[in-house]
C-alpha cells in the first residue's frame, strides 16, 4: 500500500516502519487516533537491506507476535531469517492498514510551542506527538582508532557485511563477539577463512538447556517481563551487549568454545593502534570467567524454577556449563599486516541527528523514562530495555506500543476526540506463517 | 545470600552507603568526576629511590592526604644494589593487588557478603633479557601476571565469591592499566 500526498498535519507522527512504528501504529488506531507513519525506505527497510544473507532471529518465531497477530505459523520454535522477518512485517502493514509513508527521511523534528514540525527530504508535517521508532541500530559503533587502520584492508560494519565471499580473501579480523560478531566469525570460518576474533565484555548463554530453548526458559522464569523501573541499574541493563547467540535449525551453540574449536583465535578486547600492531586487553580471561559465571548463574535459576513450578522431574537432569577453555596467557598484540579485512562488529547505535537537540542528553542519546521523552509529546519506542526486557524482541514492542499509547491518549486528551478516523481492518491478523526455508 | 543477621553499616569496614551516595552524585555532576592522582619520586642513591605522595584533585577541588606517604624502591643485592625497598615490578605487583582487594571488600560490601579473611597472592614473570638489551624481542615487563585470591566469607558460596573478585577485577583502575593500553608521556622539565 502506498499512501501519497498525506503531508500536513496529524496527531500523532510516528517515524520508522519497522515492528516498533508498525506495532505503534495499530495501538494509535485502536485507539482512533489519527497518525502517519514515516519511513526513509520501504516497510522493514533494516530487515531487508542491512543484515547479512544468513542472518535468523535468535528468538523463536512464538516470540515475534505483534498486536493483534499471534503467531500462528506451523513451527513456533523455527528462527525466521531476515528476509521472511521483513515478509511478515510487511504483510502485517497492509493487514493493519497502517498509514505508512514510504521513502520518507526525516531530516528534522523539531518541538516548537504549538506541537511537532517534521521535515523529510520532501515534505513538511506537523503533530501534536511525535514517536520515535527508528531503532536501536542505525549506526555500527566503530572505535576511535578504526580511522588509523593501515591501507590496504578492506573493513566491513556488521550492517555492510553479507556474506564470505564478499570479503576479499585472506584472514579476516572480526571486532567484538556479541551475536553479531560471533554469527560472522563462525561463519567466516565455516567458509575456510582464517578469523581472529576480539572479544570483550559479551553474554554467553547456550541455545537449548535441558532440552528447552533459552528464550522459552527466560519467559517462563518472568526475566522478559522484568520492568525498567523496577530493575537495580537500568543504565547499565540497557547497555548489556546482546547474547552470544545463533538461531539455527538444528539449534545449536555459539559461545568462544564453539568458536575456539573452528580454529578462530580469540584476542581480548581491541584497545588501540600501534602502527599495524593491534594492542588488545590482557584482560579477556576476566570477561570470559565473568561470562561463564554469569551464564551458571543463569542456569541455576532455571533449575530453581523448574523445581518450584514442579518441572524437574520432567526434564532431563541439571548440567554444569563446560568452563570455556582459555590459553594460559591471552594474546595482547595483533600484527594487522595479516588481515585482508575487518569488520567491526562492536555493537549498534540508534541515529538521532535529525532530532531536537532539547530531547537528548549530554551523550546524544534520546533522553526518557521508560519510552516518554523530555519534551512535551515525544515517544521513542524500540530501544533495548525500553520499559521491559524483551524490549527489543519484536513481540516486546507490542507491550511497550500499548503502554505508550496509553499514555499518550490521555496526554493529548480531547485534541484527538474530533480527528478521530479509520478503523482497525483486520485486528486477528491471519499471521504469514514461517516462509519457506525458515526451519 | 541474605544477611540481615550481620549486617551493619559498614560490612567489611566499607561505607556502602557513602560509596552509593558518591556514585548518584558523581553521575549527576560528571565533571567532580574529574580526578588527579600525583607522586613524586626522589633519587637517593644508586638505583633507591623514594616516592611521596601527598596531594590530589577531584571534586572539584585540591585535597590531601592525612599525611604525605612514601614508599621505596631498589633493586635486590643480586644486582649490586642494596635493596632499600621493593623492585618497581614488584610495586607494580603491590598496586594490581591493592585495587584489586579494595574491589573486592567492597564488591562483598555491596552484595551482602561478609568475609572473615582474603588473600591474593601475586606472581609476575619477565624475562631480564628485555631490560638488560640482551633479546630485542623479549618485552621489558611482565610477561604476564597472575593473581590468587583465597577468600573466607560467612555467607557466600564459592560461585558467589568467584563473582565478587571477577567484578573487583572489572571496576579495578590498576588492573584496567596494566591489561589496557594507556598513553604515557615522559618529559624532562
Redesign the interface.
Known sequence: MQHTGRAGHHTVVVVGAGQAGLAMSWHLTARGIDHVVLDRGEVAQAWRRERWDSLRLLTPAWLCELPGAPYDGDDPEAFLTAAATGDLLAAYAEAIGAPVLTGQTVVEARRTAAGWEVATATDRFTSDALVVATGAASDTAVPAWAAALPPGIETVSALEYRNPSGLPEGEVLVVGASASGAQIADELARAGRPVTLAVGEHVRVPRTYRGIDIHRWLHTVGHLEERWDEVDDIVRARRLPSFQLIGTPERRDLDLTTLAGLGVQLVGRAMALDGHRLLCSGGLAREVAAADLKAGRLLRRFDEHAIAAGLDVELPPPTELEPTPMPAHAVTEVDLRRFSAVVWATGYRPRFAWLDPAALDRKGRLAHDGGVGALDGLYVLGLPFLRRRRSSFISGVGPDAADLAAHLHTRLGNRVGDRRRGRVRDRRLVGPGAPGGCG | MSNTDTETPTPNGVNVAALLGARQALTDA?EAAMFTWRASCEWVNGTHSRTTIDTFAGLGDEHRHRQPMTVDGDHPELFASEDNGPTPPELALASLAACLMAGVATVAANRGVILRSVRADLEGGADLQGVLGIDPDVRNGF??ITVTFTLDAENASK?DL??IV??S??RSAV??M????TPVTVRVA
Do not use: C, G, R, V
Open positions: 560528571p610477561e604476564a560461585a568467584e563473582a571477577a567484578q577485577q572489572k588492573f584496567d596494566l591489561t589496557n593500553p
